[in-house]
């Protein structure tokens, strides 16, 4: 059964500073995901990694894939107010039917001045 | 742009009453999916289709049930509701095994 680890879950951070979210899943997929949610609102893709190696820049977000260490991160640089929301991976079930997604329990980031 | 619109974003039903969220999708996904997000639970999955009229059991399919007699038309029915599934419900919907598109939401609470 595939399982995904967000951690941490919540995350206090300075303006400024730089942070790192790992998402770890249990058996093997070559696809994740990540996606933001505001408070009230849905989620919204961020990024997309189909392959090992895999990594995607988005302004003061990058994300990357290594498949062997079943590990995801999402890397936040120089953090801005702007992205205080809740984070979520969702990995790729093979096990289940085509398009099943696992998701973890989100990273509520919070980003004070 | 992939549209995915849910029939309403804020409900109230009594415990006992039969409960229908609507999803609709214009990107002609064959994939439709429902879950319920919960604090500190995360996005749990109630049921989804990979094709009209077919369905599968997610993690909590339980007091639930859902229709897809149209393509672009999801929906979740919950028989009998109770207080219990007060929550948020997300729709979403892909093509083949990529990245999935989500509605607004339905915030129920049952009473």
């Known amino acids: 059964e595939l399982k995904v680890e967000q951690n941490p879950l919540f995350l206090s951070m300075q303006e400024g500073k730089n942070y790192t979210i790992y998402c770890n899943y249990s058996?093997?997929?070559?696809?994740l995901y990540w996606y933001r949610q505001d408070p009230g609102k849905s989620l919204e893709s961020l990024f997309v990694?189909?392959?090992?190696?895999a990594v995607k820049q988005e302004g003061r977000l990058m994300a990357s894939l290594d498949t062997k260490a079943r590990l995801s991160t999402l890397h936040i640089t120089a953090a801005v107010h702007d992205l205080s929301a809740t984070y979520f991976c969702?990995?790729?079930?093979?096990?289940?039917?085509?398009?099943?997604?696992?998701f973890g329990k989100g990273t509520k980031l919070s980003v004070k001045p | 742009d992939v549209k995915v619109t849910q029939s309403s974003r804020y409900l109230v039903k009594r415990t006992g009453e039969k409960v229908f969220l609507e999803c609709v999708q214009d990107?002609?996904?064959?994939?439709m999916f429902w879950y319920r997000q919960d604090p500190g639970l995360g996005l749990r999955l109630i049921y989804f289709s990979y094709d009209v009229k077919m369905k599968e059991k997610g993690d909590i399919p339980e007091g639930y049930s859902v229709s897809r007699e149209k393509k672009e038309r999801f929906s979740l029915i919950l028989e009998s509701a109770s207080t219990n599934q007060t929550s948020m419900y997300l729709c979403a919907s892909s093509f083949e095994a990529r990245e999935q598109y989500f509605g607004p939401g339905t915030r129920l609470t049952v009473t």
């Open positions: 058996t093997t997929s070559d696809r």
């Open positions: 990107m002609d996904h064959e994939n």
């Open positions: 990694l189909l392959s090992n190696g």
């Open positions: 969702a990995v790729l079930n093979y096990g289940g039917s085509q398009g099943n997604l696992i």
